[in-house]
């Protein structure tokens, strides 16, 4: 299992529940497209974020060695 699994499940589940909480709040359907397209950009961003403090804390391994 590659050391980045986890935190890339964590960067969808973490993505899953944001839009999944902003469509909640949502009163139009109209925002669907815009809440998916927010997701994905949240859901991203979470990972490089979170892979950029692991390996600052070298709980990942560098760059190079991926």
Avoid: H, N
Wanted: with cysteine.
């Amino acid at each position: 299992m590659k050391p980045t699994l986890s935190l890339k499940l964590s960067a969808f589940a973490f993505a899953v529940l944001w839009s999944g909480w902003m469509l909640w709040l949502s009163d139009e359907p109209r925002t669907l497209a815009i809440t998916a397209a927010c997701a994905l950009v949240a859901g991203c961003l979470w990972y490089r974020i979170m892979r950029w403090c692991f390996r600052q804390m070298r709980l990942l391994p560098t760059a190079t060695a991926q």
